[in-house]
T-cell receptor, first 107, second 120 residues
Framework: DIQMTQSPSSLSASVGDRVIITCRAS??????LNWYQQKPGKAPKLLIY???SLQSGVPSRFSGSGSGTDFTLTISSLQPEDFATYYC?????????FGGGTKVEIK | EVQLVESGGDLVQPGGSLRLSCAAS????????MHWVRQAPGKGLVWVSR????????GYADSVKGRFTISRDNAKNTLYLQMNSLRAEDTAVYYC?????????????WGQGTLATVSS
């Protein structure tokens, strides 16, 4: 199975900050990398697919980049509604696997 | 609007069984692959199973293979997960998720989840 490692596991940030979350795959996954946002008690929501494509309806302050084994999710200007946990997920091979999550908290 | 509504979660003893359901609406159910993903309390997301549009191709995580069975009824727009020989480590919120029209394992929409608790 492909292992997905996210860093950091948590971070504290203020409204308006630029936030960068990284995800590393244990082997090359080309651009088959997706990002999800999960708020407490809610279902995950797809934000970014194939590393850099913005899902319909997702604000443009979210962006993704990377290929191969190293990927990043960037929130250009953190908003109050962005405080949540973010997960990366590889869709390169079965089983699909998720990173351990990055919890974004209010500073 | 795409809606996925899970049901069937409950408290069950180790070794017991549960059948989860996921009622779909707002899209052509028979055109999409469907998945189950679970999340243990306070933990991350783990993919469980998938099924193709016709129900003829299925896949499972190693941790549930031989114990869980995924199925679908396209006439009823409903996805199922039959869970047998349940273990404490199966305790989790189970989400159904809509995939794509092809086999790519990307989860476009999620239900609200149903909690299965395995405990004596």
């Amino acid at each position: 199975d492909i292992q997905m490692t996210q860093s950091p596991s948590s971070l504290s940030a203020s409204v308006g900050d630029r936030v960068i979350i990284t995800c590393r795959a244990s082997q090359s996954i080309s651009s088959y990398l997706n990002w999800y946002q999960q708020k407490p008690g809610k279902a995950p929501k797809l934000l970014i697919y194939t590393a850099s494509s913005l899902q319909s309806g997702v604000p443009s302050r979210f962006s993704g980049s990377g290929s191969g084994t190293d990927f990043t999710l960037t929130i250009s200007s953190l908003q109050p509604e962005d405080f949540a946990t973010y997960y990366c997920q590889q869709s390169y091979s079965i089983p699909p696997t998720f990173g351990g999550g990055t919890k974004v908290e209010i500073k | 609007e795409v809606q996925l509504v899970e049901s069937g979660g409950d408290l069950v003893q180790p070794g017991g069984s549960l059948r989860l359901s996921c009622a779909a609406s707002g899209f052509t159910f028979s055109s999409y692959w469907m998945h189950w993903v679970r999340q243990a309390p306070g933990k991350g997301l783990v993919w469980v199973s998938r099924i193709n549009t016709e129900g003829s191709t299925t896949g499972y995580a190693d941790s549930v293979k031989g114990r869980f069975t995924i199925s679908r009824d396209n006439a009823k727009n409903t996805l199922y997960l039959q869970m047998n020989s349940l273990r404490a480590e199966d305790t989790a919120v189970y989400y159904c998720a809509r995939g794509g029209e092809f086999a790519v394992t990307r989860f476009y929409y999620w239900g609200q989840g149903t909690l299965a608790t395995v405990s004596s």
